[in-house]
């Protein structure tokens, strides 16, 4: 996984200290890793927003409840799977994301069968992306069966 190919476009400030830290920490985990704030104002005009975001050659990665939910190891595999391909991971605003756009998502996934606050979701969504990076170089990070 190279985090220079990662994108991850967010609706939404984060605004809590605490996630804002973390958030700062996983980044710099990450170089490379690239994160887009956009404002929120209602699910069609963050669909609009977040494909005028989108590059062209970038894979859609909607998050989303009914997407589909991995282990670390198996999230891990997923990315490897990704090969080259560039990644835009989407977290939508408190309304989600629009189902047109989600549609058009090369990929569904889901952090967790659980509702979480999209700040709290961004943070989520980093660590695992960490976690899967240090999985794929047989870092210490993963603990197998812990």
């Excluded at 979701?121 to 603990?143: D, K, N, T, V």
């Amino acid at each position: 996984m190279n985090p220079a190919r990662i994108r991850i476009i967010a609706v939404g400030k984060v605004r809590k200290g605490w996630v804002s830290e973390g958030v700062e920490t996983y980044r710099k985990r990450l170089p490379g890793l690239e994160i887009v704030e956009l404002r929120d104002g209602g699910m069609a005009r963050e669909a609009e927003a977040i494909s005028a975001e989108l590059r062209g050659g970038e894979q859609l990665v909607a998050l989303c409840e009914e997407g589909q939910s991995y282990d670390s190891l198996a999230f891990a595999k997923a990315l490897e799977g990704s090969g080259s391909e560039r990644l835009a991971f989407v977290i939508g605003g408190a309304d989600g994301l629009d189902p047109a756009l989600k549609g058009r998502a090369h990929w569904r996934l889901s952090l967790s069968p659980m509702t979480f606050p999209h700040e709290l979701a961004r943070l989520l969504l980093l660590e695992q992306l960490y976690r899967a990076s240090s999985i794929q170089q047989g870092g210490p990070y993963h603990r197998a069966g812990a």
